[in-house]
């Protein structure tokens, strides 16, 4: 979905509907027409950046919690065999995961900074954005069936990565905004990507 429509030449340029405009020219109109559009969302995807960025805090390496008693990220990852929320699920974590933890906590730790930062400063942000449902989605896997877990809250993250990608989030006040235009009319496959991920 594109941010920008073409409409008619107006003094108004988010007024598509002036049934007085007779121009032939056409100048882009923002997929969020309002700035306070534009603010809210911005906000929204700033603010979801920060909260990945804060909860960067509890995945301490080099261990990541394990140990006796085991505590952080490590915790977090064996209720998936003992709250188990999707067998097929608990036995890759079982079996996969947890024998090679450090590994995959590392993996956790760099996703999860990055999508913070990607997210924070809004680039590539639509492909941050599917990676932030499908991480939230292996959370949930995680720790749904844990004591004083709530659904909605991971419900709701899935639903606010939908609207940062549905909206193209970082084209407002984000550098997508900023690199596209420069971006649309190359040929390379460098900016061609991030015109696809942005």
């Known amino acids: 979905m594109a941010s920008t429509e073409y409409?008619?030449?107006?003094?108004?340029?988010?007024?598509?509907?002036?049934?007085?405009?007779?121009?032939?020219?056409?100048?882009?109109?923002?997929?969020?027409?309002?700035?306070?559009?534009?603010?809210?969302?911005?906000?929204?995807?700033?603010?979801?950046?920060?909260?990945w960025l804060?909860?960067?805090?509890?995945?301490?390496?080099?261990?990541?919690?394990?140990?006796?008693?085991?505590?952080?990220l490590y915790l977090s990852t064996t209720?998936?065999?003992?709250?188990?929320?999707?067998?097929?699920?608990?036995?890759?974590?079982?079996?996969?995961?947890?024998?090679?933890?450090?590994f995959f906590a590392w993996m956790v730790l760099l996703v999860e900074a990055s999508l913070g930062a990607?997210?924070?400063?809004?680039?590539?942000?639509?492909?941050?954005?599917?990676?932030g449902m499908a991480q939230t989605v292996v959370i949930m896997l995680s720790v749904l069936n844990a004591p004083n877990e709530w659904i909605w809250s991971y419900l709701l993250m899935v639903l606010v990565h939908a609207a940062l990608f549905a909206t193209a989030a970082g084209r407002?006040?984000?550098l997508d905004g900023v690199l596209r235009p420069a971006c649309l009319p190359s040929q390379s496959?460098?900016?061609?990507?991030l015109v696809r991920v942005s």
């Open 79 to 102: 209720y998936a065999v003992s709250h188990e929320v999707l067998h097929p699920y608990a036995l890759l974590v079982n079996q996969v995961v947890l024998p090679n933890f450090t």
């Open 7 to 51: 409409a008619p030449d107006t003094d108004n340029p988010t007024d598509t509907d002036n049934p007085t405009d007779t121009g032939d020219t056409a100048r882009p109109v923002s997929f969020l027409p309002s700035r306070i559009d534009r603010a809210v969302i911005a906000v929204v995807r700033v603010g979801v950046g920060l909260l």
């Open 189 to 193: 496959w460098l900016p061609r990507l």
């Open 118 to 131: 990607f997210l924070t400063f809004g680039l590539a942000t639509r492909f941050w954005a599917l990676v």
């Open 54 to 72: 804060q909860n960067l805090g509890w995945k301490t390496p080099p261990n990541f919690g394990k140990g006796d008693p085991p505590g952080g």
């Open 172 to 174: 407002y006040a984000g």
